[in-house]
């Protein structure tokens, strides 16, 4: 049965729908033609939204198409239905995601240990976004050379994949800025991070994608948060926000990610 009217998120949305639109002081109603204003950067310029939109354009891992088709429309308002209900379907790893250990370990991944489990804690508290240097993939050298302070436990990768604006291309680019396995390693070895976020939909090279995973999945400790949006993004501290779906089983999902200055 699918009784739209009694769906609590249809609740949620029509109450949202409704304190939205009695702040305006314009005509919400039939025939109003206003357009939703789309924001990367809100209250007055403290919280950055780092989430790549879905759109049909958004990258696949070794597709030149893009993810296309995704999201339609299962009931019509201009088909009769009470309600416009959208249905979708994705990739667990496109977009801004972040990876469970259970995407490169096979064991961990029938034990359970999925994005349902991954620490909010980690996913959530001060980070810093560093500036690499644009002449090489992130590698022991690399890591070492940004001394970043011993503590810090989140660390978001600005990278030269940001300058090329390779997540908004719809074509996979397979010369993406990522962490190479010596990289990954050292990270492990070295350092107090626990949540690793990159600007490109992996956050190891693609010649040493299953190796750098590995290294940093291992211990099931640091969670990689993949296709940040670091564009216009400061280098400096924040405060970070990702909140991953709840897929029960699933090695990978679409997260939400914000800063907060
Ligand atoms: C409305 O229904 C028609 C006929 O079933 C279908 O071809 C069309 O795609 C539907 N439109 C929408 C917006 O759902
Ligand atoms: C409802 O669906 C129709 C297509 O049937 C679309 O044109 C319209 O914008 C939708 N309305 C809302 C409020 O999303
Ligand atoms: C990073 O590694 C990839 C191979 O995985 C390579 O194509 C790319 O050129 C490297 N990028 C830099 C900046 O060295
Ligand atoms: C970030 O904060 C730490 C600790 O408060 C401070 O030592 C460091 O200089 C700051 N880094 C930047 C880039 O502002």
Known sequence: MNRP??????LTFSCLFFLASSSSSSGYGPGDTSKPVRREVYGNGRIFDITHRYTPEIPVYGSKLGIGHFRWLQLSMKN???????EF?????????VDAPGHVFDDYYDAGFDVDQLDLEVLNGPALVVDVPRDSNLTAEVM??????????????RTLNTDRGLMHKKEFDSSFV???EDGAK???KNTDIKLVGTDYFSIATYDEAIPA?????KRREIIPVEGLKLDGIKPGNYSVHCLPLRLLGAE???TRCILIK
């Open 252 to 254: 990978g999902a679409p």
């Open 80 to 86: 009769g239905s009470l309600t416009n209900n959208s």
């Open 213 to 217: 995973h590995i290294a940093f999945l």
């Open 5 to 10: 009217l009694l769906h609590p998120l249809f």
């Open 186 to 188: 050292w990270v492990v």
């Open 89 to 97: 379907k994705l990739p667990v790893h496109t977009g801004t995601h």
């Open 178 to 180: 990522g962490f190479t």
């Open 144 to 157: 070492e050379s940004l001394n970043i302070p011993k503590g810090t436990r989140r660390v978001l990768f």
